[in-house]
């Protein structure tokens, strides 16, 4: 069986199951609240990929359908340390 204490703080929140997404304000226009959305997407997309590919940028182009550059800006855009996936 599985329980909350065994699964990774960022699927388990506690108690209550959460919410996805965030929430819809009107004081942000929409093309700054959907560039937020698309960032937040890609950097976790990116950890994802490279999680499963241990830090090897040209795979995780190659899984992402980006560019080995594309990826390679990518992590520094959002200060991946891409050596954190390498031992996983």
Same mark, same amino acid.
């Given at each position: 069986m599985i329980r909350p204490a065994n699964?990774?703080?960022d699927i388990s929140r506690?108690?209550?199951?959460?919410?996805?997404?965030?929430m819809v304000? #009107? *004081?942000r226009s929409l093309p700054e609240? #959907? *560039?937020e959305l698309t960032r937040s997407f890609e950097e976790r997309y990116l950890r994802k990929a490279l999680k499963r590919t241990r830090?090897?940028?040209g795979k995780c182009? =190659? /899984?992402s359908g980006l560019s080995r550059r594309s990826v390679t800006e990518k992590i520094s855009q959002? =200060? /991946?340390d891409k050596t954190q996936y390498k031992g996983e």
């Open positions: 699964l990774p703080p506690g108690d209550k199951p959460q919410k996805q997404g965030h304000g #009107l *004081a609240q #959907l *560039a830090g090897h940028v182009a =190659k /899984i959002f =200060k /991946i």
